[in-house]
């Protein structure tokens, strides 16, 4: 079977390997096992050194690299508009060739995927709609159209969409669907550290504004204001580090502050292992990794409740749903502090709900949709 991906992820080949984002590339290692050939059409980019990013596996699987499409401003817009009609013809070509098509939705090069499948309604295909599948949330038009085009069962034929929760009046070929980090034997013994002793706190994900980074270094701020012992640690990198960096120097927050950059999928770990408290705050997530990670080692979610999250969380018995309000986010984790029983008790629905979904349950559920 020659199976198609078409993602708005850049890739790029080093030493004969095709490398992306790791979490993207562990998810498609799944597929790989599943099907004779991968296509990857998806943008190409320069290789880098960044640890974020992992190769694939199979030899069999190849790139079909696209010019990336930037509407940011108006030049790029004007330069996007002129590359179209050869990314449309190249799509085409490699959908007519594919014996599955894959969609990751949301993206550019999915929306073009999305009218594209349309022409071949006895193809067999599947979508991964990786953002906020609420439909009254604010969101983009091109993420609204993608989501209209996928939940029409008469424009899109033979797709299974997989969205993240469990949403009313959804078409019958929308599957609430999982993600995963962890295998089974990745889940290994580990001691936390007592809270008593300190606080730890930690922020996982890119500094971008849209994820509100600074409120975690807000929160620090006031726990030790308050008398409390804590540190937090960044695993990230982007835009706002340099504000971050800023704020902890004028605030004398330097020692308490470690900001880690891009780290290995194993380095995560080993800081949520070491933490008490994720701090995430994102405006628009789906099902973020991040806090499903957390919960599988103990470290309970401070997070916002955007599309599935609220679920993820028990609506409030496996972690704590917040506003981005550093005052109320320090309420909270002084309460957990000082309730010790409660908060283990947190801890062991957190972990025992996240260990639910390994990459082999993952896997598995993959493989129906061929």
């Known amino acids: 079977m020659r199976f198609l991906v078409?993602?708005?992820?850049?890739?790029?080949?080093?030493?004969?390997?095709?490398?992306?984002?790791?979490?993207?590339?562990?998810?498609?290692?799944?597929?790989?096992?599943?099907?004779?050939?991968?296509?990857?059409?998806?943008?190409?980019?320069?290789?880098?050194?960044?640890?974020?990013?992992?190769?694939?596996?199979?030899?069999?699987?190849?790139?079909?690299?696209?010019?990336?499409?930037?509407?940011?401003?108006?030049?790029?817009?004007?330069?996007?508009?002129?590359?179209?009609?050869?990314?449309?013809?190249?799509?085409?070509?490699?959908?007519?060739?594919?014996?599955?098509?894959?969609?990751?939705?949301?993206?550019?090069?999915?929306?073009?995927?999305?009218?594209?499948?349309?022409?071949?309604?006895?193809?067999?295909?599947?979508?991964?709609?990786?953002?906020?599948?609420?439909?009254?949330?604010?969101?983009?038009?091109?993420?609204k159209l993608q989501r209209w085009i996928l939940?029409?069962?008469?424009?899109?034929?033979?797709?299974?969409?997989?969205?993240?929760?469990?949403?009313?009046?959804?078409?019958?070929?929308?599957?609430?669907?999982?993600?995963?980090?962890?295998?089974?034997?990745?889940?290994?013994?580990?001691?936390?550290?007592?809270?008593?002793?300190?606080?730890?706190?930690?922020?996982?994900?890119?500094?971008?504004?849209?994820?509100?980074?600074?409120?975690?270094?807000?929160?620090?701020e006031l726990l030790i204001h308050k008398g409390e012992d804590a540190q937090l640690v960044y695993c990230g990198d982007g835009s706002e580090r340099s504000q971050i960096e800023q704020y902890a120097k004028t605030n004398n927050l330097g020692n308490q502050v470690r900001l880690l950059g891009n780290v290995s999928a194993e380095r995560v770990k080993e800081e949520f292992i070491q933490a008490h408290f994720l701090i995430f705050l994102s405006d628009s997530e789906g099902w973020p990794k991040v806090v499903a990670e957390s919960m599988s080692w103990s470290c309970i979610p401070i997070t916002s409740p955007v599309s599935c999250v609220p679920q993820m969380v028990g609506f409030g018995e496996r972690g704590k749903l917040v506003t981005n309000d550093a005052e109320k986010i320090v309420h909270e984790i002084l309460e957990l502090k000082n309730n010790p029983v409660e908060l283990e008790l947190m801890q062991l629905k957190a972990r025992n709900w996240a260990r639910q979904f390994t990459l082999e349950k993952f896997g598995e559920e993959l493989g129906k949709l061929l």
Not at 30 to 58: C, S
């Open 6 to 143: 078409i993602s708005h992820a850049p890739h790029f080949i080093k030493e004969g390997k095709i490398y992306a984002y790791g979490p993207l590339v562990k998810e498609m290692i799944l597929w790989e096992k599943r099907v004779g050939q991968l296509v990857v059409f998806a943008p190409e980019m320069e290789a880098t050194a960044d640890p974020i990013n992992i190769p694939y596996h199979h030899i069999q699987t190849r790139l079909s690299s696209s010019p990336s499409l930037n509407f940011t401003s108006p030049g790029n817009s004007l330069r996007s508009f002129f590359k179209l009609p050869w990314i449309v013809l190249k799509m085409w070509i490699v959908m007519l060739k594919a014996d599955h098509v894959h969609l990751r939705c949301p993206g550019n090069l999915a929306l073009i995927g999305c009218f594209l499948q349309i022409l071949f309604p006895f193809k067999k295909k599947t979508a991964k709609y990786a953002g906020n599948w609420d439909q009254d949330s604010p969101q983009p038009f091109s993420y």
């Open 151 to 220: 939940s029409n069962t008469w424009l899109s034929h033979n797709i299974s969409v997989m969205v993240y929760g469990e949403w009313p009046n959804s078409s019958k070929n929308i599957k609430p669907f999982f993600t995963a980090s962890y295998y089974e034997n990745d889940f290994i013994s580990f001691q936390k550290p007592a809270i008593q002793k300190g606080i730890s706190l930690i922020y996982v994900g890119g500094l971008f504004a849209a994820k509100n980074p600074m409120t975690a270094l807000k929160v620090l």
